[in-house]
């Protein structure tokens, strides 16, 4: 991991900004917090905003800046996006869809899939060919998103609710951390060899490691796992030396994102609710961290895309605003 500069600097906005829908003040206000997905090349964001109980997110094109609700009945509980026509929505009754961005621009829904539990977490594979759900009674779920029918369907109850998962770069892992009681443990997941088992022989498909601290959010970055945890601790674990490569606490807040930056630099989020802020601050490979920026939002989303002469990161505020945040142009 290359070693770099730590940069201090105030915010730097970049970009055009616009909102989406405005969520009237005086509607209820739900104890979820909004959501943010973005595709992988950052063309296509999908919000699911606070104050309307999960009832619809909304998808809008970045490029066209066209805006379109999809509403849910049961409510959704998560999302994310394959690629920036191909979005996976899970409601909160366990039915994971999948929605395609039709030749006239509207999003529809292309198949459904019935997971039979609450899904916590759901992550697509780098190809868009594997799509993988996480439920909290402790079921991991491997589909295929051409027929949106499970290959594999992986229990494990006695590693606990899969509360995060993320796939390796190559396609080749899940990585997912996992919560049963006060034990909590970050797992890796065999793909090609869980299928090939179908999913029966789980001490051939999984390496768990156990951790002090719940994982609150969970990353890859090639050959390492980034996790941030409840008490604010940050890791980096090396999956190939099977131990962790640096850890960090910055805060007493849990961590909820931590995003790769390329050449061993690392975003990470977390909010502070007395004051009602959120904070981002730089992790870089020395293992040093400086304050990046800090927002009146106690429940704004960041997520990060990378669409090659772009590299981004992008945070959506209170009146569903997106905005670019620029973390490469810094000046000592």
């Known amino acids: 991991m290359a070693l770099l500069s730590v940069y201090s600097a105030q915010a730097m906005f970049t970009g055009a900004s616009f909102t989406g829908a405005d969520i009237a003040q005086q509607r ?39 805006m379109q609700d999809i509403p849910s ?58 799509c993988c759900a996480g439920t909290t009674t402790g079921k991991l779920d491997i589909l295929c998103t051409r027929l949106f029918s499970s290959e594999v369907r992986l229990h494990t109850e006695t590693l606990g609710a899969v509360v995060a998962a993320a796939w390796s770069n190559d396609g080749k892992h899940i990585y997912t951390g996992s919560q049963h009681g006060q034990s909590h443990r970050l797992c890796i997941w065999d793909v090609q060899n869980a299928i090939e088992c179908d999913g029966k022989n789980e001490s051939d498909v999984v390496q768990s490691y156990i951790l002090k601290e719940p994982i609150t959010s969970l990353t890859t970055d090639g050959d390492y796992v980034l996790t941030g945890h409840k008490d604010g601790m940050m890791r980096i674990f090396d999956v190939r030396e099977k131990k962790d490569a640096l850890k960090l606490k910055q805060s007493d807040q849990p961590i909820i994102g931590i995003y790769a930056c390329g050449n061993g630099r690392y975003v990470y989020h977390y909010n502070d609710d007395e004051k009602q802020e959120s904070h981002l601050g730089i992790w870089d490979a020395m293992g040093t961290a400086c304050q990046f920026g800090s927002f009146k939002s106690n429940d704004m989303s960041v997520t990060y895309a990378n669409d090659g002469a772009h590299q981004k990161l992008v945070c959506a505020t209170d009146n569903n605003e997106l905005t670019d945040l620029d973390v490469f142009n810094y000046r000592r």
């Open 73 to 130: 009945s049961k409510g959704i509980a998560t999302f994310c996006l394959g690629d920036a026509k191909t979005a996976y929505l899970a409601n909160k009754e366990g039915k994971i869809a999948k929605y395609v961005k039709a030749e006239h621009g509207n999003w529809e829904r292309n198949l459904v899939m019935d997971a039979n539990r609450c899904v916590s977490c759901i992550a697509v594979n780098p190809t868009n060919t594997l």
């Open 28 to 66: 209820t206000r739900y104890t979820e917090k909004r959501q943010l997905a973005l595709s992988p090349d950052g063309h296509t964001a999908i919000i699911k905003p606070t104050g309307v109980g999960g009832m619809f997110v909304n998808v809008i094109d970045r490029i066209t800046k066209n």
